[in-house]
């Protein structure tokens, strides 16, 4: 059989017309700037709405599915509430236009709402569903709602909270690793889309951050909790690269650095990458998630 040729072709260059990062969208500057933060009651959410408001934006307007908690950080920060449930999209584009009625428009939304879950593919449907509709769908009603306010005033930046997950892999978490590559490939496939019409995208992708999401590792083996907690960074430093991100327009916010360098490792050599994390799964897990030792 005749050897695939394909990918040994060089790319024509009118698919890739320069190396990188042109051309670009918006790189903003957060002073006097709306903002609006989904999931914002809590960790990366709240730490993002005190450093913009920090930074000098006109109002950060601080939303999460539980209600009490939006109030207490936008009181805490100087910005403003509002009860949103994500996965809800009547509630989303309500808001939205709410917030754009009052304030003339949204610069920088920020779609950071979301959910671990833990398990394999025999993890319920429900909770698959469920983890599909926060940490993907929501993503796609909210901008599907905001796009078109931004593309008339030619400008509005996004910022999706993604995860290390949806670049390389989460152990033990099907449903967490799946929606998140689905959450990077949005945001990826929005920033080549509307890039050349004015609009900013970063896709926001830590490792471990000191939050109370890492409370799902609780019942993990001590293995998988060391290594956890290991690498786990404080809030306010993904809220400060998230910040630069937006200022300089980079795609991918990595505030743990060696993310990039997996990443980079495993488009090199896949199959090098895969015996690697089986490796780690079985270190971590000292069992397969199915249960098996
Ligand atoms: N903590 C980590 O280690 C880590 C690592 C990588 C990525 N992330 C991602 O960062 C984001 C923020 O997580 P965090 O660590 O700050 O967790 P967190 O649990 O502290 O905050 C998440 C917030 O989202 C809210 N939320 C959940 N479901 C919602 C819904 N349906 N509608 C609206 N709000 C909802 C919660 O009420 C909570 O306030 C998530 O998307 C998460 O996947 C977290």
Same mark, same amino acid.
């Given at each position: 059989m005749a050897p695939l040729q394909v990918w040994s072709a060089p790319l024509p260059s009118t698919v890739y017309p320069l190396p990188y990062g042109l051309p670009k969208g918006i790189a903003l500057e957060i002073n006097d700037r709306v903002v609006v933060i989904t999931g914002g009651g809590s960790g990366i959410g709240a730490a993002m709405a005190r450093r913009f408001m920090d930074d000098g934006a006109a109002t950060v307007v601080v939303t999460d599915i539980d209600g009490a908690a939006a109030r207490a950080v936008a009181a805490d920060v100087g910005g403003e509430p509002a009860t949103l449930d994500v996965t809800d999209e009547d509630a989303t584009a309500a808001l939205i236009r709410e917030i754009e009625d009052t304030h @003339? @428009?949204?610069?920088i939304l920020c779609l950071n709402a979301g959910i671990p879950t833990d398990g394999s593919v025999d993890a319920p449907n429900e909770d698959w569903q469920r983890t599909w509709d926060v940490n993907v769908m929501a993503h796609v009603y909210a901008t599907r709602h905001a796009l078109p306010a931004m593309l008339e005033r030619g400008e509005g930046y996004i910022v999706t909270t993604a995860s290390a997950a949806g670049l390389l892999t989460n152990i033990g978490a099907a449903p967490y690793s799946v929606t998140k590559h689905a959450a990077v490939a949005l945001a990826e496939w929005l920033s080549v889309t509307y890039g050349s019409r004015g609009i900013g995208v970063s896709c926001l992708c830590p490792m471990f951050v000191d939050t109370p999401m890492l409370d799902a590792f609780a019942g993990h083996t001590h293995e998988m909790r060391d290594w956890v907690e290991n690498l786990a960074i404080d809030v306010d430093d993904v809220a400060a690269a998230v910040a630069e991100g937006i200022r300089e327009e980079k795609f991918l916010i990595l505030p743990h650095p060696v993310v990039l360098d997996y990443f980079q490792r495993k488009a090199l050599d896949y199959d090098r990458w895969i015996a690697g994390m089986r490796t780690l799964n079985q270190d971590l897990t000292r069992k397969d998630v199915d249960g098996r030792p």
């Open positions: @003339g @428009g949204i610069d």
